[in-house]
């Protein structure tokens, strides 16, 4: 039997209040202020990290696309030939943005791609889970290119709602794994990945990682509330392993799903000892939502990018927030200052409510 074909980011690109481009978000300040862009005057928090000039989500996301497919160096050829997988928000506001099936194929025709189109509306796995599909395809060999996009900007409903539901940080920060964290922020977030066969990238275009593996896993413990234990996402995380061939103490960097809320961050840390056993309280960890804040249906992207971009740079994003150590996240939790290291893999984690968990193990070329 033949070996299935080697999975690699060939372009990225993404965009946050960090920065526009995917070297701006290894930024090491957190990007949190007032939101200008509607009212919050009724709103118990009013921060979020958002660009101060945006456009609109069809056009941040033609733009995303369109940078990485120059940075993969695809011609109109290819782009022709690649199918197009996107993460956004399942409802937009009727006569603000196209329903998510119709931005899809308007990206499609606008950014040259083929017809091939699907939509992930998953909440905070929905990148990440179109970047294992797209992994997938590409392995089985029914694919050999796609492009994966994601975006999501702060706008008042959802805002309305994670501040009715007291989830967001009334202290102005998101402090993962840290003692006296008080819950999560929005922010803005758009990327793009082009994703590919080695075979289909013999273009001079050096790729920016390989995908070795991803794992996604359900729990289905609670709506809302994670499962304690942190089973589900273990059990992703390993499925990553697996399917890379790879030991736990092949993993240099996890990039954290942790939002800074309290249950979230405890059971992600108890996932790490499960997937990881003792390997857990001594491989670098950090969560850049402390950062670029909580871009929902983007996340999974942007934090994806963010590890790429750092396994190249060889280095680690800081925990900003970082206050102090919780017993119930005994992590080796990068604080102060990113972290310069040589790790040859990475794994970036993300859950989503109703018990949704996905891991994407990354590795240097």
Known sequence: MAEPPVVQLAGVHAVSALGRGAEAQLAAAPAFGPVHRFDTAARRVTVAATLPEVGTLADELADAIDAACRSAGLDRARRAESALLLAVHGGPAPGVEPVPSALAGRLA??????????V????????STAVADAATLISRGE??????????????DQFALFDAGRALADDGAVRPFSAG???????????AVVVESRAAGR?????????????RAGDAYHPCQPDPTGAGLARAAGAALRRAGLPPQAVGYVNANATGTAQSDAAEAAALRRALDGYAAEVPVSSTKGLHGHALEASGLLELVVTAMALRAGELPVNAGWQAPDEACPLNVI????????????LTLNAAFGGANTALLVGVP
Not at 109 to 118: A, I, N, P, Q
Not at 146 to 155: D, F, I, K, N, Q
Not at 181 to 191: E, N, P, Q, S, Y
Not at 203 to 215: D, I, L, S
């Open 143 to 156: 694919l050999t290119r796609v492009v994966v996009a994601a975006g999501y900007l702060v706008e008042p």
């Open 120 to 127: 992930y509306t998953s909440a905070c796995v929905s990148a």
């Open 109 to 118: 025709v606008r950014c040259g791609l083929s017809g091939h189109t699907r």
């Open 203 to 215: 273009r001079g275009v050096e790729p920016v990682v390989t995908v070795a593996g991803w794992g």
């Open 181 to 191: 964290r008080r819950g999560l922020l929005l922010g803005d977030g758009v990327a």
């Open 335 to 346: 604080t102060g200052a990113p972290r310069r290291t040589t790790p040859t893999h990475a």
